[in-house]
């Protein structure tokens, strides 16, 4: 017998299409057995529905809005159950999601069901000083980037003598692929307010703000309903007092993710970063002492009081402790959310979690836009905090973007460099005027207009950038750049020297070309070209042509492919 159809409408379901199918569902069975539930991390094959009966539990994959379906689905038939990455199984940890997807995220009964706010009460037995100690015991790092201890942040903050001692939780997630705090406030919401109050009992701190960027609309939705549910049961009464709640809403600036230009954003200054000291510790929110840390950070701590900080620290590397999220993308098969121990290889997430064929991929840029570039001969290296910068990159919040073969490493670091370029809030003149201009060098080399001194420029005013920038996004923003020097610094001399891109990704660099050995003069390329550079006789205009790669897409033949400008095909090992 079903006892409840669970749908997952976390973002990524939404996306997918998840939506359509839940509002068939309640058409078609008990309306009330259909529930929504959070992202199970395998986003790659939503939208996901599992079906609980008293057998079992059945999980379907790929489930379309069709009536048909829909109703084999629930006679539980055996086509389109999900079947997940066996190797991906054997490899993660989970401990802060084991809930996600697993339970309806604005239910506070049933988080409270599953040991949830378990870790708050515990807490509130133990006394503020013993918190603390159990949180410096798991050795739990901040994970926004910084990896900042955060027991000893903690006492900071517990230290000062203050009635209005401020916590944050910084949830302006906004580096490209990232999703692993979105995924969490989503999915698990009171976990992470849970996570909250035990840290304002741990330093006398009664106001605590949520600061998410707008653009996480489900996100915002479902922390204000969890704080609503809490505060109608009590559960933010510490100590006899309230503690106050608030969730602030960002515009979407990602240099509100450093903490001084947050904490001016939440005052309704603009979003920019101070000189430290300093500390907020000492100065926060409207002068008073705060403490910042990011959602995955407060995920973690329900766990560490619950479990206690002896068994968190066995998981992990001597340095970095517990798990980490990562939001895998690119260039694999099995994109989504995984948690797994700290310590694993970056060869194991990437091929036997993200499922990536052995020899297609490049690289993988890991840490955001200011993290680095790590190339494949690197991937047997340990995903830790000390490992990542020892080769040039960082940790960050836990984006992981795989770069396949068939990418350029030159485009790929422009990409990103746009990106914090755009982002800069415009304090600093190297990171204003610096990230500009090495932009502008990177265009001009990826638009066949490049020379070597433009590389030389690239490498001086990258470590300049960095020298002279005030925070993180400017100390970091030439990283992708530098590091794709360091270790594809070939790509970069063909570009100049060559005109030309091994990738046959740079638009300017590459000519598109018919092969008529293989064409059937199906006229599918005619019909689909957008500026009608194909002549009858199967003749591109490579002047006019925008290398959309519409005709590429739609040949049945995969008889058009892009070639060096000219029209000469080379084979080059772009490794």
């Not at 809930?99 to 949830?116: C, D, F, H, V, W």
């Not at 006899?240 to 450093?258: L, M, Q």
């Amino acid at each position: 017998m079903i006892k409840r159809v669970k749908v997952g409408m976390a973002s990524c379901g939404i996306a997918a299409g998840a939506g359509e199918v839940l509002e068939l569902l309640k058409e078609i069975t008990d309306e009330d057995k259909v529930v929504e539930v959070g992202c199970i991390g395998h986003c790659y094959a939503e939208p996901l529905v599992e079906i609980e009966t008293d057998s079992g539990n059945y999980m379907y994959e790929k489930v379309q809005p069709e009536k048909e379906m829909l109703e084999q689905m629930l006679s539980l038939a055996d086509s389109s159950r999900f079947q997940p990455n066996p190797k991906r199984i054997d490899k993660e940890e989970l401990l802060i999601t084991s809930l996600a997807g697993k339970i309806e995220p604005t239910s506070l009964e049933e988080y409270r069901a599953n040991e949830g706010y378990e870790g708050l009460e515990k807490a509130k037995r133990m006394g503020k000083d013993k918190i603390i100690e159990e949180v410096k015991t798991s050795k739990l790092r901040g994970r926004g980037g910084g990896g900042f201890p955060t027991g000893i942040k903690w006492s900071f903050l517990a230290s000062k003598d203050n009635e209005n001692k401020v916590l944050i939780c910084n949830a302006d997630e906004g580096d490209p692929g990232a999703f692993m705090d979105r995924t969490l406030m989503e999915s698990l919401p009171h976990q992470v307010l849970e996570g909250m109050l035990i840290g304002a009992l741990a330093t006398d701190a009664y106001k605590l703000f949520i600061y998410c960027r707008a653009e996480y609309p489900l996100a915002v939705r479902n922390l204000n309903i969890a704080i609503q549910q809490a505060v109608e049961v009590g559960l933010n009464i510490i100590g006899g007092k309230p503690v106050e709640i608030k969730v602030k809403e960002g515009a979407g600036a990602f240099v509100c993710g450093e903490e001084t230009a947050l904490i001016h954003s939440l005052e309704g200054k603009r979003g920019t970063p101070r000189y430290r000291p300093p500390y907020p510790t000492d100065h926060g929110f409207l002068g008073y002492p705060t403490a910042i840390n990011n959602v995955e950070t407060f995920a973690n701590i329900p766990l560490i009081i619950r479990e206690g900080g002896d068994s968190f620290e066995k998981t992990g590397t001597d340095n970095s402790k517990g798990t980490k999220l990562f939001a895998l993308a690119g260039d694999l098969n099995y994109s989504g959310l995984v948690e797994v121990p700290m310590g694993i290889t970056i060869g194991e997430v990437v091929y036997d979690i993200g499922g990536a064929e052995p020899g297609s991929v490049k690289a993988v840029q890991i840490g955001g836009p200011s993290g680095g570039c790590i190339t494949a001969e690197y991937f047997d290296t340990p995903i830790d905090y000390d490992s990542l910068t020892s080769l040039g990159a960082m940790m960050g919040s836990g984006g992981l973007i795989v770069v396949g073969t068939n990418r350029c490493m030159v485009e790929t670091a422009r990409y990103f460099l746009e990106f914090t370029t755009r982002e800069s809030c415009g304090k600093c003149t190297f990171c204003r005027i610096g990230t500009k201009r090495m932009v502008e060098n990177l265009e001009r080399i990826t638009g066949g207009e490049g020379t070597p001194e433009d590389i030389n420029v690239l490498k001086d005013l990258g470590k300049k950038i960095k020298q002279g920038s005030l925070c993180g996004l400017g100390q970091t923003a030439p990283n992708p750049v530098l590091s794709t020097l360091n270790y594809f610094y070939n790509e970069y001399l063909a570009h100049v020297e060559e005109g030309y891109c091994a990738a046959m990704e740079c638009k300017a660099l590459v000519d598109v070309f018919i092969n008529k050995e293989e064409c059937i003069e199906c006229k599918q390329c005619i019909k689909n070209c957008p500026v009608d550079c194909i002549s009858e006789g199967y003749v591109i205009d490579n002047n006019l042509c925008t290398r959309c790669n519409s005709c590429i897409e739609v040949c049945p033949k995969d008889a058009i492919t892009r070639v060096a400008k000219g029209g000469v095909v080379r084979v080059e090992n772009q490794t």
